[in-house]
C-alpha cells in the first residue's frame, strides 16, 4: 500500500495554523494514484476543517498525533440539516459521499474543540446544559458510502454529532474511543442512519446526548431502511440513552442485536422510542449491564433501564409498530423502575 505523508505536501504541525488544503492535497493524490494510506505524523498538532475523503484511501493518525477542528465557520463545508440537528447549521470535519473502500485508523486523536462553539447556559438553575452557538462542527459525516472501516481512533469535544452514517453499507467501526461533554446537548456518539450491514464493537463513548442511536431521518428517506446491526462489547456513558432506536423512524429499523454491553451512569440505558411511520421489529438486547440515574430535568430520561415508546411526532401523525423485540439476560441497577 501506497503512503502519503501530510509533511511532503506543506502541512502545519505547530497546531496555529489551518493545514486544510495541505491535507486534502494529499488526499487527492492518493485516490488519484489507485488509493493507499494517508498518514497524519506523530507528535504534530493539525488545525484544519472539512476534509473530503475519497474512494480507496485510509487516513492514519499516528499515535499522539492530534486533529484540531477550526473554530472558525469559514473554514467548513457547510451542511445545515435543521430538523436534525436542532436548528444548527454545522460543517463536518471529515466528510465522504459515495466513496467506497474507506478508512479512518490509527492511535491518534481528534478533538472538535467544543467550547469554542458554546455559549453559555441553557439551565438557569446551574451549570447543567451548554447553550450552542447557531454554527458548531461535527466530526465524521459519511453518506452513501460502502465498505468503511474507523477502528482504534480517539474522538473528543465534539459540538454536535460525533459520526453521522448515512445510507452507507458494510461498516466496521472497532475499538473507537469517543470522550464528549456531558453537558453538551447534541453531540451524539455513533447515528447509524439509513444503514445496512454495521458492526460497532469494543468502544468507549461518553456522550451528553445518545451515545449509539439508530435512525432513518426524513432528510434521507431515499436510501431506506437501517438494517442488520450488531452492537457488542462497548462500555457506555450518556446524559440521555446508551444505546437508542429512534426517535427519527420514517423507514423501518429491523435486525439490530446488542449484546455484552457496559452501561454506566447514563439517564436511559436501552430504548427505542418511535415517533414516525416506520416499524421496528426484531430486536435482540442481551447481556448487558446497565446502571442508570437521573439528571436535570430538561435531560432526555428520567433514569430508566428500559424505555419503549410508539407516540406520533405530530398531531394527525402516523407512528409504526414495535414487533418481535428480546431483551434477556439484563442485569440493571438505577434510580427509576
Given at each position: 500500500m501506497?503512503?502519503?505523508?501530510?509533511?511532503?505536501?506543506?502541512?502545519?504541525?505547530?497546531?496555529?495554523?489551518?493545514?486544510?488544503?495541505?491535507?486534502?492535497?494529499?488526499?487527492?493524490?492518493c485516490?488519484?494514484?489507485?488509493?493507499?494510506?494517508?498518514?497524519?505524523?506523530?507528535?504534530?498538532?493539525?488545525?484544519?476543517g472539512?476534509?473530503?475523503?475519497?474512494?480507496?484511501?485510509e487516513?492514519?493518525?499516528?499515535?499522539?498525533?492530534?486533529?484540531?477542528?477550526?473554530?472558525?465557520?469559514?473554514?467548513?463545508?457547510?451542511?445545515?440539516?435543521?430538523?436534525?440537528?436542532?436548528?444548527n447549521s454545522?460543517?463536518?470535519?471529515?466528510?465522504?459521499?459515495?466513496?467506497?473502500?474507506?478508512?479512518?485508523?490509527?492511535?491518534?486523536?481528534?478533538?472538535?474543540?467544543?467550547?469554542?462553539?458554546?455559549?453559555?447556559?441553557?439551565?438557569?438553575?446551574?451549570?447543567?446544559?451548554r447553550?450552542?452557538?447557531?454554527?458548531?462542527?461535527?466530526?465524521?459525516?459519511?453518506?452513501?458510502?460502502?465498505?468503511?472501516?474507523?477502528?482504534?481512533?480517539?474522538?473528543?469535544?465534539?459540538?454536535?454529532?460525533?459520526?453521522?452514517?448515512?445510507?452507507?453499507?458494510?461498516?466496521?467501526?472497532?475499538?473507537?474511543?469517543?470522550?464528549?461533554?456531558?453537558?453538551?446537548?447534541?453531540?451524539?456518539?455513533?447515528?447509524?442512519?439509513?444503514?445496512?450491514?454495521?458492526?460497532?464493537?469494543?468502544?468507549?463513548?461518553?456522550?451528553?446526548?445518545?451515545?449509539?442511536?439508530?435512525?432513518?431521518?426524513?432528510?434521507?428517506?431515499?436510501?431506506?431502511?437501517?438494517?442488520?446491526?450488531?452492537?457488542?462489547?462497548?462500555?457506555?456513558?450518556?446524559?440521555?440513552?446508551?444505546?437508542?432506536?429512534?426517535?427519527?423512524?420514517?423507514s423501518?429499523?429491523?435486525?439490530v442485536?446488542?449484546?455484552?454491553?457496559?452501561?454506566?451512569?447514563?439517564?436511559?440505558?436501552?430504548?427505542?422510542?418511535?415517533?414516525?411511520?416506520?416499524?421496528?421489529?426484531?430486536?435482540?438486547?442481551?447481556?448487558?449491564?446497565v446502571?442508570?440515574?437521573?439528571?436535570?430535568?430538561?435531560y432526555?430520561?428520567?433514569?430508566?433501564a428500559?424505555?419503549?415508546?410508539?407516540?406520533?411526532?405530530?398531531?394527525?401523525?402516523k407512528?409504526g409498530?414495535?414487533?418481535?423485540?428480546?431483551?434477556?439476560?439484563?442485569?440493571?441497577?438505577?434510580?427509576?423502575?
Amino acid at each position: 500500500m501506497s503512503a502519503y505523508s501530510i509533511k511532503d505536501f506543506g502541512a502545519h504541525a505547530n497546531g496555529a495554523r489551518v493545514s486544510t488544503a495541505q491535507i486534502q492535497m494529499a488526499i487527492d493524490t492518493c485516490h488519484r494514484n489507485g488509493g493507499g494510506k494517508v498518514v497524519i505524523p506523530e507528535g504534530g498538532i493539525y488545525l484544519c476543517g472539512t476534509l473530503n475523503l475519497k474512494s480507496g484511501v485510509e487516513l492514519h493518525l499516528e499515535k499522539d498525533t492530534l486533529l484540531k477542528a477550526s473554530t472558525q465557520p469559514g473554514d467548513y463545508k457547510d451542511v445545515t440539516l435543521a430538523g436534525e440537528y436542532g436548528g444548527n447549521s454545522g460543517g463536518f470535519l471529515i466528510m465522504a459521499h459515495e466513496a467506497n473502500n474507506i478508512s479512518i485508523t490509527g492511535e491518534g486523536a481528534i478533538d472538535g474543540q467544543c467550547e469554542a462553539f458554546m455559549d453559555g447556559w441553557w439551565t438557569e438553575d446551574g451549570k447543567y446544559i451548554r447553550k450552542p452557538k447557531p454554527f458548531r462542527t461535527r466530526i465524521i459525516g459519511l453518506i452513501g458510502c460502502r465498505k468503511v472501516a474507523i477502528k482504534d481512533i480517539t474522538i473528543r469535544n465534539s459540538a454536535q454529532w460525533t459520526c453521522h452514517l448515512t445510507g452507507c453499507e458494510d461498516v466496521d467501526i472497532d475499538s473507537v474511543t469517543i470522550l464528549n461533554g456531558l453537558d453538551i446537548p447534541n453531540c451524539d456518539g455513533i447515528d447509524p442512519d439509513h444503514c445496512r450491514n454495521v458492526r460497532i464493537r469494543n468502544c468507549h463513548i461518553e456522550s451528553g446526548d445518545d451515545c449509539i442511536v439508530i435512525k432513518t431521518t426524513k432528510e434521507f428517506a431515499d436510501y431506506g431502511p437501517s438494517e442488520n446491526i450488531q452492537i457488542s462489547g462497548c462500555t457506555l456513558i450518556s446524559t440521555s440513552s446508551a444505546i437508542k432506536i429512534g426517535s427519527e423512524t420514517v423507514s423501518d429499523i429491523r435486525n439490530v442485536t446488542v449484546e455484552d454491553c457496559k452501561i454506566r451512569r447514563s439517564n436511559r440505558g436501552l430504548a427505542i422510542q418511535l415517533r414516525d411511520s416506520g416499524n421496528v421489529e426484531n430486536i435482540i438486547m442481551k447481556s448487558c449491564q446497565v446502571e442508570t440515574r437521573k439528571f436535570h430535568p430538561k435531560y432526555w430520561g428520567n433514569g430508566e433501564a428500559i424505555y419503549v415508546t410508539a407516540v406520533e411526532r405530530h398531531d394527525h401523525g402516523k407512528v409504526g409498530q414495535v414487533n418481535h423485540v428480546t431483551f434477556h439476560d439484563i442485569d440493571f441497577t438505577g434510580e427509576n423502575g
